[in-house]
């Protein structure tokens, strides 16, 4: 950052004569403050005594923490699934000519965007306190085909991915929605007009147009996704920062588990940024 | 030139002979449009002869392109009751009732008409080829290769074998609309709607989607109804021409009487100004 300024050019002419570039005194003096910054925190992390690396290099590979990093994974992928495959049906009932299915929409959107991640996963992770049974039955009578203990069914895991899919779909049932929207009127008029239904139109003329629009804010959902996982540790739902909590809960070593699951993370968001890029650059070419 | 368009309808002569015993292949009758508080079409009624081409001409705000889409139900009308090939717009005859069509019912229903907008609405993530194959396919379920045999023999007779594996945005406007023209001819509709194909298009790029236009008016049997300002399309192509104005239709008449000798003066006034 601080040594562009300082790579000597070639004098440049121009007329016959030399050109003095402008000397931008209040970015080179910008650039040695943030420099001086970052070395002192890298410096502080590296040689503060509390902090044991060695313990850190102990426990990136341990058992207990590639187990939680696959929890993790597992995590994101079937919430990310489950929340996009809510988030297009609420998105298509919120465009729906009835205004008790676009409103339910509405109301959906409303209340899983609207509770915090961390009290809705504490809220369906002790469903089994108020609500004792889960049963499949016609509502209203004493008929009831299935029933199971809801402390059965609802496994810290289960809950985790449950509660994730329900918050991530309330941000993403917007997003599908922009979506859809962003495919022109004409589009699906031409459709209907050469015989479509509105199904039809919908498969095959606006979701695969929709999809192009929706495939970088829907990478950066991955994202978020796989960070909001963390907060499932909350009710001990068995991804990587359980893991790591649960090891300084007995070796005290809290910050260097934490930076072990950190380094996980940013690899992890890493790999799946680059994987973005190379999607997102596919789907511009066509 | 090619064999399957000569079998998509009934040939022109013989329907010239039959237009006055025959029903008409479309029917407008008292016909009105009410959209919110503003109402376009007023007590619209016109007979539109199986073969026939008929073009809309008028003032912008008519009503010409409503009148359109009404027909090919993409809009609902308000008032009256529009045939199409005998069987009500929107609508199915049971035991003096009018049932409202399902929307799947009413997809199978427009299959009769076809249509060519103004903006071309080619769907933008097909190929030429995909686009003229996709409903043929989808929606009349014909195999693919049959789908797609015919598809080439529409792109070349439109002048773009050479653009099949083209994507919408790599042609140019009347590239687009001449695919758009193939797209709505795959799915052997007995009525053609055009919506202003050439108003979007640069004046150079016009003549080739006539010459398409004229083509399919000429040697396909299809009843056309053509929303157009092209004076010279009309009076070269047209069996009859409409003149609408402010939702009403001013005047009806071959193209050498509405074109050439105007009985109002509102039809004079407009072909002043478009002509000059």
Known sequence: MTGRASVSRPVAMHAGMEVVPVRRWGRQALAVVVAVVVVTVVYGFATNPNIKWPVVGEFLLNAAIVDGLLGTLELTIWSMMFATLIAVVIAVMRLSDSRIISGFAAGYVFIFRGIPMIVLLILVGNLGLFFKTFSIGIPFTDITFIAIRTRDLMTPFVASIIGLSLAGSGYMAEIVRAGLLSVGRGQREAATALGCTPAATLRYIVLPQALKVLIPPMGNEMVSMLKATAVVSVIAGGDLLTAALGISGVNYRTIELLIVATIWYLLVITVLSIAQYFVERRSAEK | ?276
């Open chain 2, 1 to 276: 030139m090619n064999p399957s368009l000569s079998t998509m309808a009934p040939g022109r002569t013989m329907a010239s002979e039959q237009r006055d015993r025959t029903t008409p292949m479309v029917s407008i009758q008292s016909v009105e449009k009410v959209f919110g508080t503003s109402q376009v079409l007023f007590d619209i009624d016109l007979d539109v002869q199986a073969g026939e081409t008929v073009c809309l001409i008028g003032p912008s705000g008519a009503g010409k392109s409503t009148l359109l889409r009404c027909i090919n139900h993409l809009e609902k009308i308000t008032r009256g009751s529009i045939r199409v090939d005998g069987s009500l717009v929107g609508y199915r005859e049971h035991l003096g009732k009018l049932y409202e069509l399902h929307e799947s019912e009413a997809a199978r229903q427009r299959l009769v008409t076809g249509m060519v907008f103004q903006q071309f609405n080619l769907f933008q993530h097909m190929t030429s080829i995909e686009n003229v194959t996709f409903a043929a396919i989808k929606v009349l379920r014909l195999p693919k290769p049959e789908a797609i045999e015919r598809a080439r023999g529409l792109l070349d007779r439109v002048g773009l074998g050479h653009k099949m594996d083209s994507y919408p945005s790599q042609l140019s406007g009347g590239q687009q609309q001449r695919v758009a023209i193939a797209r709505a001819m795959q799915m052997r509709p007995k009525v053609m709607l055009f919506d202003e194909p050439t108003s979007a298009l640069d004046p150079e790029l016009v003549g080739d989607v006539l010459e398409v236009m004229r083509d399919v008016a000429r040697t396909s049997g299809m009843t056309l109804m053509v929303v157009t300002h092209e004076m010279g399309f009309a009076r070269e192509v047209a069996d009859r021409v409409v003149f609408m104005a402010e939702g009403r239709i001013v005047e009806v008449g071959t193209a050498r009487e509405v074109l050439d000798n105007p009985a109002h003066d509102r039809t004079r006034d407009f072909l002043a100004a478009v002509l000059r």
